[in-house]
């Protein structure tokens, strides 16, 4: 999936792999996101076990609520309205134009940007690439996301 906006900014997320080959394992649903972060501050790349199958669920669901103009807006020293057990990523509205969105995404520890001090990687949500996308563009990316997540179900009954 990418999320670009109308001003060159994008976030690639791609769901690649389970991280442990090993059904039995309590880890064995975190998925690993191959991700390309393009914004006004930089450009890197991260990839790391960031999301549970059963989140790459929601983050789909929500993706197609922020396409809806149905996710409540939140301002920038918020905790972002979406996020997950592993505190790499987070997502939230910051408005709704006209037929757009300004969507943040949050990103923060391993998925932070490099050139980050180890403290401003792990001071949580600080850090955002905030982006306005139309909304028939954010409803694509969700479906390109639950197409691409499909692939990596929940393999435990414990979620």
Not at 14 to 39: G, K, L, Q, R
Not at 67 to 78: L, W
Request: aromatic share 10%; net charge negative.
């Amino acid at each position: 999936m990418i999320l670009l906006d109308q001003n060159g900014q994008s976030v690639r997320l791609t769901p690649v792999d389970y991280e442990f080959s090993d059904v039995n394992e309590v880890t064995a649903d975190w998925i690993v996101i191959d991700a390309e972060i393009t914004s006004d501050n930089g450009d890197w790349r991260f990839r790391d076990a960031s999301l549970l199958a059963v989140e790459c669920v929601e983050l789909g669901s929500w993706l197609s609520e922020a396409a809806e103009s149905q996710v409540p807006t939140t301002g920038p020293d918020e905790d972002p309205a979406l996020t997950f057990i592993e505190p790499s990523l987070g997502f939230s509205v910051a408005s709704y134009g006209d037929r757009t969105v300004n969507l943040r995404v949050h990103l923060s520890h391993l998925a932070a940007p490099p050139w980050q001090d180890i403290d401003d990687k792990l001071n949580t949500w600080t850090f955002f690439v905030e982006l306005l996308i139309g909304l028939n563009d954010v409803r694509s990316a969700a479906s390109s996301w639950n197409r691409e997540a499909a692939a990596f179900p929940p393999r435990t009954q414990r979620w």
